[in-house]
């Protein structure tokens, strides 16, 4: 008598013959189809206990088609702030049982679309966290991308829900709180050029300055990382300005670096001001006054909002817009400004 190949993987087949059932039935009765016969099925899961079936995930996932995984896109993985809305997203839906494949687009604008696609064909849906297309991009690609949620962004479409943040609201109370300091030169290093927050705080600060005309307020290039940071300090120091919105607290924490090295003082010489609240903030010497955004949560929320429609798939529905406001903390790297020497 022949003797099977002990190597050989078990597959449909083997289960349906020792079950002697068709392998359509054997499919049905592992992806929990209820239609089969309770004994019959008993009997199928039997021989695939005994022969030590395992079934083939990716066969599985195209007969269910669904794949119970998610992708998300962000510009950047290094930042931690997009770490902590990874870290949230992925531990919401883990309760699930689903994963999240990850894409990193280096804050490379002309990959997000490829990216997210790609994704999206091998996911069941898609999360787009800050991306950094344009608007017209955006509208165009989000038709394909469904279920999908948007972070930091929003669509015209009423399919699409969003979460974002009220940048523009936030970085005017950093603003006003240097003032309150009394702080009359200020200067913002801005974010990315494609950045949609950097622009809401754009925004923010014009009507800042509508309602301030007697501050000063300038405008220098910035970034988005340490180095940016880092690079600006010369500049920062040549404008003048006593108090310092950075675009956010990496900016922040590389500009310190840097005005320690001139031996700039923080906050007796020059205050700053992050934004974000990254878990390293409050560990910055000086601590970092910044303004925090509910990063975990904005993870685990963009979890429930793809599982709604993961779960609403093929209904009409208007999907929730979701923003949060930032909170001003206030610590050790801002002071009211020193005295200028009388002339």
Same mark, same amino acid.
């Given at each position: 008598?022949?003797?099977?190949?002990? *190597?050989?993987?078990?597959?449909?087949?083997?289960?349906?013959?020792? !079950?002697?059932?068709?392998?359509?039935?054997?499919?049905?009765?592992?992806?929990?189809?209820?239609?089969?016969? +309770?004994?019959?099925?008993?009997?199928?899961?039997?021989?695939?206990?005994?022969? #030590?079936?395992?079934?083939?995930?990716?066969?599985?996932?195209?007969?269910?088609?669904?794949?119970?995984?998610?992708?998300?896109?962000?510009?950047?993985? !290094?930042?931690?702030?997009?770490?902590?809305?990874?870290?949230?997203?992925?531990?919401?839906?883990?309760?699930?049982?689903?994963?999240?494949?990850?894409?990193?687009?280096?804050?490379?604008?002309?990959?997000?679309?490829?990216?997210?696609?790609?994704?999206?064909?091998?996911?069941?849906?898609?999360?787009?966290?800050?991306?950094?297309?344009?608007?017209?991009?955006?509208?165009?690609?989000?038709?394909?991308?469904?279920?999908?949620?948007?972070?930091?962004?929003?669509?015209?479409?009423?399919?699409?829900?969003?979460?974002?943040?009220?940048?523009?609201?936030?970085?005017?109370?950093?603003?006003?709180?240097?003032?309150?300091?009394?702080?009359?030169?200020?200067?913002?290093?801005?974010?990315?050029?494609?950045?949609?927050?950097?622009?809401?705080?754009?925004?923010?600060?014009?009507?800042?300055? #509508?309602?301030? +005309?007697?501050?000063?307020?300038?405008?220098?290039?910035?970034?988005? *990382?340490?180095?940016?940071?880092?690079?600006?300090?010369?500049?920062?120091?040549?404008?003048?300005?006593?108090?310092?919105?950075?675009?956010?607290?990496?900016?922040?924490?590389?500009?310190?670096?840097?005005?320690?090295?001139?031996?700039?003082?923080?906050?007796?010489?020059?205050?700053?001001?992050?934004?974000?609240?990254?878990?390293?903030?409050?560990?910055?010497?000086?601590?970092?006054?910044?303004?925090?955004?509910?990063?975990?949560?904005?993870?685990?929320?963009?979890?429930?909002?793809?599982?709604?429609?993961?779960?609403?798939?093929?209904?009409?529905?208007?999907?929730?817009?979701?923003?949060?406001?930032?909170?001003?903390?206030?610590? #050790?790297?801002?002071?009211?400004?020193?005295?200028?020497?009388?002339?």
């Amino acid at each position: 008598m022949a003797r099977r190949n002990t *190597n050989r993987r078990v597959g449909i087949a083997d289960v349906a013959e020792k !079950a002697g059932v068709s392998h359509a039935t054997v499919s049905r009765v592992m992806n929990g189809n209820a239609a089969v016969d +309770p004994g019959i099925a008993a009997r199928v899961r039997a021989a695939a206990v005994e022969l #030590k079936y395992q079934p083939n995930p990716v066969g599985r996932s195209l007969a269910l088609g669904k794949t119970d995984t998610i992708g998300i896109v962000v510009p950047d993985l !290094a930042n931690p702030t997009f770490q902590a809305i990874l870290r949230g997203l992925s531990m919401a839906a883990a309760q699930d049982g689903y994963r999240v494949l990850i894409a990193d687009s280096s804050e490379v604008t002309s990959e997000e679309a490829i990216l997210a696609g790609e994704a999206r064909r091998r996911c069941d849906g898609v999360v787009l966290c800050a991306p950094r297309m344009s608007d017209a991009e955006l509208e165009e690609l989000a038709p394909t991308l469904h279920p999908l949620v948007l972070i930091n962004r929003t669509t015209i479409a009423t399919n699409t829900p969003s979460l974002s943040v009220d940048y523009g609201q936030g970085i005017q109370e950093l603003a006003q709180h240097l003032v309150t300091l009394g702080h009359r030169r200020l200067a913002f290093l801005s974010g990315p050029e494609h950045s949609a927050s950097n622009r809401q705080r754009l925004v923010g600060l014009d009507q800042f300055r #509508k309602e301030h +005309p007697e501050i000063e307020l300038q405008m220098l290039h910035g970034g988005s *990382n340490f180095d940016s940071g880092h690079e600006s300090t010369q500049d920062i120091i040549a404008s003048g300005a006593t108090g310092i919105l950075a675009f956010n607290d990496l900016v922040a924490m590389g500009l310190l670096s840097g005005l320690h090295e001139r031996g700039v003082r923080v906050p007796e010489d020059i205050s700053v001001t992050g934004f974000d609240d990254i878990p390293f903030a409050k560990y910055t010497t000086p601590p970092l006054t910044t303004a925090a955004v509910p990063i975990n949560e904005l993870g685990s929320l963009a979890w429930r909002r793809m599982r709604e429609q993961i779960q609403q798939a093929g209904e009409a529905t208007t999907q929730a817009q979701d923003e949060f406001s930032p909170r001003v903390e206030i610590r #050790k790297s801002t002071a009211a400004p020193a005295l200028e020497p009388a002339s």
